[in-house]
């Protein structure tokens, strides 16, 4: 089924339940596909159907330079706690990372290869944008509110929390649902957009294709992948998906090793 018509639904998040919010659909349709406008607002509601989450993404992107493997770990503990921590594996291990790390009032950054940290309040959203306080604004100009924040811009970002990538971008252009497939052991639901118009000016071309796989039980995205002219310029995808995960203790404990430059 291929639907043209915007999907605006990204900060329509149901009224909470004891004080959490909960998502408006339990579970897809059990006899058949959902319709686009059905799946997207069950993606919306990804984060909500789990208390922690652990995966980890590998992302393959393929250029006039070869192919660049990048592997993306992430941890959350609702309401806050996150932790992000992105390697290349084709740079050896020593020092060959990169950490991101929150809860929900602070945000920390270490790079391992520079040896430089920062350390600042979590960035504000625009007042007004999100929440009961939009219901007035037209769909497109109001966003989704995180129950856990993450780094904008990021595949753990777009995996985790789809509703914005879901009403920017796959919304813009011509969707279909396509069928089903398996990633990493789980059931998918596959989506193809052609041509979306809120894209990167590089990949403005008519031939310029995205394939999501969308988790059916939960409603993260599993795989992404982009294409042109039919040739794949990205490929990402969870290898690990573990919801409702036992996490260490320390997990979202971290020191920044000595000699490390501030920047603020």
């Known amino acids: 089924m291929t ?3 915007l999907w605006d639904r990204a900060a329509d998040l149901p009224m909470p339940v004891d004080r959490r919010p909960r998502p408006e659909l339990v579970t897809l349709p059990a ?3 959902p319709t686009l406008d059905e799946l997207f ?21 393929f250029t006039a330079r070869g192919e660049h493997r990048v592997v993306v770990e992430t941890a959350i503990r609702h309401p806050g706690d996150a932790r992000v921590t992105t390697s290349e594996p084709g740079r ?5 990372y990169e950490l991101w790390l929150s809860d929900g009032e602070v945000v920390r950054t270490y790079s391992g290869s520079h040896r430089l940290g920062t350390e600042r309040p979590m960035r504000r959203g625009v007042v007004g944008v999100s929440g009961r306080e939009s219901r007035d604004l037209p769909g497109p100009s109001r966003v989704y509110s995180p129950l856990t924040a993450l780094p904008a811009e ?3 970002e777009a995996f985790i929390h789809p509703a914005g990538y879901c009403q920017n971008v796959l919304a813009t252009g011509a969707c279909a649902v396509l069928g089903l497939a398996d990633v990493a052991g789980r059931e998918a639901i596959v989506v193809t957009c052609d041509h ?10 008519p031939d310029f294709r995205i394939r999501v796989w969308v988790d059916r039980a939960d409603g993260v995205i599993l795989r992404l992948e982009e294409s042109m002219g039919g040739t794949v310029t990205r490929d990402a995808r969870i290898t ?3 919801p409702d995960a036992l996490l260490a203790p320390n997990t979202f404990d971290f ?10």
């Open 31 to 33: 006899d058949g596909l």
């Open 92 to 96: 050896g291990a020593a020092g060959n």
């Open 255 to 264: 020191t920044f090793p000595t000699g490390t430059a501030m920047l603020f």
């Open 154 to 156: 990021t595949l753990p």
């Open 196 to 205: 979306p118009r809120t894209i990167e000016v590089t990949a403005d071309r």
């Open 41 to 61: 607002t069950f993606m919306r509601d990804a984060e909500l159907r789990f208390d922690t989450l652990r995966i980890r993404i590998e992302e393959r992107s």
């Open 240 to 242: 690990e998906y573990d």
């Open 3 to 5: 639907e043209t018509r």
